[in-house]
């Protein structure tokens, strides 16, 4: 949109500072918008660009929010049912 052409050394730096802002940014509502304007600051890009994204972020973080919250909640079942003691039988 903003006709801006990345270098392939930029583009590697995009995934590398997305992939560690993700890291730590699921659990946190709304981290998204604000781990872009770190990951377009780290290429020299305008973080006011972000505004583009807002009217469909919330929707998408939601959506985050689902695959974050069912993924911790089928770990922790399976790690329930793999290590549960079984009962001493007398």
């Known amino acids: 949109m903003h006709l801006v052409d990345l270098s392939i050394g930029q583009q590697l730096m995009v995934v590398?500072?997305?992939?560690?802002?993700?890291?730590?940014?699921a659990a946190?509502?709304?981290?998204?918008?604000?781990?872009?304007?770190?990951?377009l600051s780290s290429v020299g890009l305008n973080?006011?660009?972000i505004g583009i994204i807002l009217p469909v972020d919330?929707?998408?973080d939601m959506m985050r929010t689902v695959v974050n919250v069912t993924?911790?909640?089928?770990?922790s079942t399976i790690v329930d049912k793999t290590t549960k003691l079984e009962e001493p039988t007398e």
């Open 16 to 25: 590398l500072t997305a992939t560690l802002a993700s890291i730590g940014a």
């Open 28 to 39: 946190i509502p709304s981290a998204g918008v604000v781990m872009l304007m770190v990951v």
């Open 58 to 60: 919330r929707i998408l």
């Open 47 to 49: 973080p006011a660009w």
């Open 71 to 75: 993924g911790d909640a089928t770990v």
